[in-house]
T-cell receptor, first 113, second 114 residues
Framework: AQSVTQLGSHVSVSEGALVLLRCNYSSSVPPYLFWYVQYPNQGLQLLLKYTSAATLVKGINGFEAEFKKSETSFHLTKPSAHMSDAAEYFCAVSSFGNEKLTFGTGTRLTIIP | ETGVTQTPRHLVMGMTNKKSLKCEQHLGHNAMYWYKQSAKKPLELMFVYSLEERVENNSVPSRFSPECPNSSHLFLHLHTLQPEDSALYLC?????????????FGPGTRLTVL
C-alpha cells in the first residue's frame, strides 16, 4: 500500500519569501512522486514529478522538489513566492505498473502582500 | 480542443433529476478516471477505465453510473442524487504503456444537488 502525508493544511508566506510545502510518503516499492497545483474552480495541473532519475526535480513556475529516500520525503520549494502562487497543492505517489495515484490531503498556500 | 475537457462546467440538479457529465481527452491516452473532490475531504477516486474496461469501482453508490464508449470519452451518469453528492467532479487520463503514472486532469464539473 502507498500513502502520502502533507504536513500543514494551510501555509502562509510573505511575497518574496521562501515557499516550503512538506510531503512524506510511504511505499513498499520504488515510488513515483508528483506535485500538482489546483487554482480555484480548476482541475489539477502537474507541477513536477520524480520517476527515479535525478533526485532534484525542477518544475514549472520556478518550483522544485527533492526526493530524499532516507527521509521518505518529497518537499516542494520555491525561493521567492509570488502572489500568483496562491493555490492548493497536492502531493501524490504511484509506482511502476500502478493504475492509481494516491493523493495527500492538500496544502492551501496563501501569499501575504 | 487540447488536453482534457469536461462539460458542463457547472450543473445544478434536483434529487429526482437524471443528468450526465462528459469528459473527453485529446491526448491519445488509454486510461481514464473519475474523481470526486468535496470540501475539506481528500480527493476520492471513483472509477478507473483502462483500455475501455472498468478496472476499479471504489465502492461508489449505484446512483453514479460510468460509461466509457471509447478511449477518448468518459461519462458519469447521475440519477436520484443526494445533497451530499454536491462536489467538484474531476476527470483525468493517462497513457499506461511505459507511463510513469502521471495523470492529466480536466477542469472539473461543479455539481450542486438541491
Amino acid at each position: 500500500a502507498q500513502s502520502v502525508t502533507q504536513l500543514g493544511s494551510h501555509v502562509s508566506v510573505s511575497e518574496g519569501a521562501l515557499v516550503l510545502l512538506r510531503c512524506n510518503y510511504s511505499s513498499s516499492v520504488p515510488p513515483y512522486l508528483f506535485w500538482y497545483v489546483q487554482y480555484p474552480n480548476q482541475g489539477l495541473q502537474l507541477l513536477l514529478k520524480y520517476t527515479s532519475a535525478a533526485t532534484l526535480v525542477k518544475g514549472i513556475n520556478g518550483f522544485e522538489a527533492e526526493f530524499k529516500k532516507s527521509e521518505t520525503s518529497f518537499h516542494l520549494t520555491k525561493p521567492s513566492a509570488h502572489m500568483s502562487d496562491a493555490a492548493e497543492y497536492f502531493c501524490a505517489v504511484s509506482s511502476f505498473g500502478n493504475e492509481k495515484l494516491t493523493f495527500g490531503t492538500g496544502t492551501r498556500l496563501t501569499i501575504i502582500p | 480542443e487540447t488536453g482534457v475537457t469536461q462539460t458542463p462546467r457547472h450543473l445544478v440538479m434536483g434529487m429526482t433529476n437524471k443528468k450526465s457529465l462528459k469528459c473527453e481527452q485529446h491526448l491519445g491516452h488509454n486510461a481514464m478516471y473519475w474523481y470526486k473532490q468535496s470540501a475539506k475531504k481528500p480527493l476520492e477516486l471513483m472509477f478507473v477505465y483502462s483500455l475501455e474496461e472498468r478496472v476499479e469501482n471504489n465502492s461508489v453508490p449505484s446512483r453514479f453510473s460510468p460509461e466509457c464508449p471509447n478511449s477518448s470519452h468518459l461519462f458519469l451518469h447521475l440519477h436520484t442524487l443526494q445533497p451530499e453528492d454536491s462536489a467538484l467532479y474531476l476527470c483525468a487520463s493517462r497513457w499506461t504503456s511505459g507511463s510513469r503514472g502521471e495523470q492529466f486532469f480536466g477542469p472539473g464539473t461543479r455539481l450542486t444537488v438541491l
